[in-house]
């Protein structure tokens, strides 16, 4: 088993940023390829981005490329995502998500673990 916990969430106002973690344990984290997605009220879960196992290769949504950047940190067992130039339409629970030996984005079928997700609330 794998346990993702996300932290790094909170209420910023547009234009602002914001760094979330997930920290992986349990199994190896360099073997998996690691992703976001989020959630807004009413509506369904969505791809935001990724970065696979082989740390060679990032993903995003059209919707914020050029904003958010995913990162990891195979030593920390930790994989981020930079959120910048935040818009209110960002607002969502932010769900990080892992894959064992995967690459390329991620759908929900793809997902071996979920985290229990942070919430970005962003203010006009």
């Known amino acids: 088993q794998v346990q993702l916990v996300e932290s790094g969430g909170g209420l910023v106002q547009a234009g602002g940023s914001l760094r979330l973690s997930c920290a992986a344990s349990?199994?190896?984290?360099?073997?998996?390829?690691m992703g976001w997605f989020r959630q807004a009220p009413g509506k369904e879960r969505e791809f935001v981005a990724a970065?696979?196992?082989?740390?060679?290769?990032?993903y995003y949504a059209d919707s914020v490329k050029g904003r958010f950047t995913i990162s990891g940190d195979n030593a920390k067992n930790t994989v981020y995502l930079q959120l910048d130039s935040l818009k209110p339409e960002d607002t969502a629970v932010y769900y990080c998500?892992?894959?064992?030996?995967?690459?390329?984005?991620?759908?929900?079928?793809?997902?071996?673990?979920w985290g229990q997700g942070t919430q970005v609330t962003v203010s006009s």
């Open positions: 349990g199994r190896t984290f360099s073997t998996y390829t």
């Open positions: 998500a892992a894959r064992n030996l995967w690459a390329g984005p991620l759908t929900e079928n793809d997902v071996d673990y």
């Open positions: 970065v696979s196992w082989s740390r060679s290769r990032t």
